[in-house]
């Protein structure tokens, strides 16, 4: 059965703390990887991967691929209040209609 | 007229059509996207194009073709479609990739 699984469900952490968040994936016929920041309605668009070991970065964000291992981690360095948000993993397989979300690590950046 | 426009509202096309989609943002954004939302499902990335420049291309099969012409229109052109590709087709734009998405309305796609 296919499945997307993020780590931690939920984090507290303070400004200008580093967090990294994990999805890890079961899977057949992988297409690629994505992450999305959800503050309160649609999700917005981080990252797509879909090679392994090549590291992504936008701005205080991060994330990488290891397709062998089965896992992707985002990391945010010195965290923001603004930072706080449900992020959400995504996997998407070959057959077009099919892609799968994680249930989301719901982080919260106090000051 | 504002926000994030897209046209036509609902289109119905055979399997041997083709059709394209529009997509127009009066928000001055930098970056444009296409979703697919299938019935019950979340939303799926397809493409993503940032000053004009497509980025991200979600491995979509080669039915659907996007075309960015510059920064405040998108096209979704649609040839020999299947059924299975019925859906809501949702474009949105952000100032910059990584920025809030504001969505357009959609287009209800019906392939018979």
């Known amino acids: 059965e296919d499945k997307v699984v993020q780590s931690p469900l939920s984090l507290v952490v303070h400004e200008g703390d580093t967090v990294t968040l994990n999805c890890s994936y079961e899977?057949?016929?992988?297409?690629?990887l994505l992450w999305y920041k959800q503050e309160k309605k649609a999700p917005t668009f981080l990252f797509m991967l879909?090679?392994?070991?090549i590291e992504k970065k936008s701005g205080r964000l991060s994330s990488i691929l290891d397709k062998k291992e089965l896992f992707s981690i985002l990391n945010i360095t010195a965290t923001q209040t603004g930072d706080s948000a449900v992020y959400l993993c995504?996997?998407?397989?070959?057959?077009?209609?099919?892609?799968?979300f994680g249930s989301g690590t719901k982080l919260n950046v106090k000051p | 007229e504002t926000g994030v426009t897209q046209t036509p509202r609902h289109l119905v096309m055979g399997m041997t059509n083709k059709k394209s989609l529009k997509c127009e943002q009066h928000?001055?954004?930098?970056?444009m996207y296409w979703y697919k939302q299938s019935a019950k499902k979340p939303l799926e990335l397809m493409f993503v194009?940032?000053?004009?420049?497509?980025?991200e291309n979600n491995s979509v099969p080669s039915r659907f073709s996007p075309e960015c012409p510059n920064s405040s229109h998108l096209f979704l052109h649609l040839h020999t479609l299947q059924p299975e590709d019925s859906a809501l087709y949702l474009c949105?734009?952000?100032?910059?990739?990584?920025?809030?998405?504001?969505f357009g309305p959609g287009t209800r796609l019906t392939v018979t």
């Open positions: 194009y940032n000053f004009k420049e497509q980025t």
């Open positions: 899977v057949t016929n992988f297409r690629s």
């Open positions: 995504a996997v998407g397989l070959y057959n077009f209609n099919k892609f799968y």
């Open positions: 949105a734009s952000s100032q910059d990739l990584g920025s809030s998405e504001y």
């Open positions: 879909t090679s392994s070991g």
């Open positions: 928000l001055g954004h930098n970056a």
